[in-house]
């Protein structure tokens, strides 16, 4: 159980361009997703944390417009990278909490991979 | 504020040796939780471990075992003779409890594990 899917696993784009990445509970609901950043080498960074039927809440630093966060459903969160440069590239993670698991554990997707040219 | 320190950030040891990965936390909160996540170079969060703060026995699993002492505000993690695949980037974190609890994670430590 507490599977936890991102979509794509890895995209390329061109310097301007935007891509949408899906994180998907499969097997449970989830009202609260987060959405974490990785560079190389480097730890996971909370972007933002995503409720369901609410605007996400961005943590200090992270560009709203840019990093745009909907949660539309107890399943599925998106994040949209508006406008993507080089130093977009990077390994983005999604979790999601069980909303009926009080200890409030976080399931980590695969993770994307994101190269902008 | 939360912190979660890795002081070690790589680690190389020869097959079969035992190594302790050392995580030290900081929070104000007297219930929290403590995590333990591998990443194999495919990049994928493996969950290893969770612990309660009210909870200070150690535990042990397989090869793997923890030792929180919350004297100390540490949770370290020991891998009793290491093998090639633990090679992976091990993090520590923390989070508080509550609905709007949030995970801190440490640094990471690269464990090589040579043959």
């Known amino acids: 159980g507490a599977v936890v899917s991102q979509h794509p696993s890895w995209v390329i784009c061109k310097s301007g361009t935007s891509v949408k990445i899906e994180c998907r509970s499969l097997?449970?609901?989830?009202?609260?997703m987060f959405w974490y950043r990785q560079f190389p080498k480097q730890s996971l960074m909370l972007m933002a944390t995503?409720?369901?039927?609410?605007?996400?809440?961005?943590e200090q630093g992270v560009e709203k417009d840019k990093f745009l966060i909907n949660h539309a459903s107890l399943t599925l969160s998106t994040l949209t990278v508006t406008s993507a440069h080089p130093e977009d590239s990077s390994f983005y993670i999604c979790?999601?909490?069980?909303?009926?698991?009080?200890?409030?554990?976080?399931?980590f997707g695969p993770g994307t991979r994101l190269t902008v040219t | 504020a939360q912190k979660v320190t890795q002081a070690q950030t790589e680690i190389s040891v020869v097959e079969k040796e035992d190594v302790t990965l050392d995580c030290v936390y900081e929070?104000?909160?007297?219930?929290?939780?403590l995590f333990w996540y591998k990443q194999p170079p495919s990049g994928e969060l493996v969950f290893l471990i969770r612990r309660n703060s009210f909870d200070e026995q150690n535990e042990i699993s397989g090869r793997y075992s923890w030792n929180f002492q919350k004297s100390t505000s540490s949770f370290n993690f020991t891998i009793t003779a290491s093998q090639v695949v633990d090679s992976a980037v091990y993090f520590c974190?923390?989070?508080?409890?509550?609905?709007?609890?949030?995970?801190?994670f440490g640094k990471g430590i690269t464990l090589s594990v040579r043959p």
């Open positions: 979790s999601a909490r069980d909303t009926r698991d009080s200890t409030y554990e976080q399931y």
């Open positions: 929070t104000r909160d007297t219930t929290y939780y």
């Open positions: 097997d449970f609901q989830a009202t609260t």
């Open positions: 995503s409720n369901e039927g609410s605007k996400a809440t961005y």
């Open positions: 974190a923390l989070s508080h409890t509550g609905a709007n609890s949030k995970l801190t």
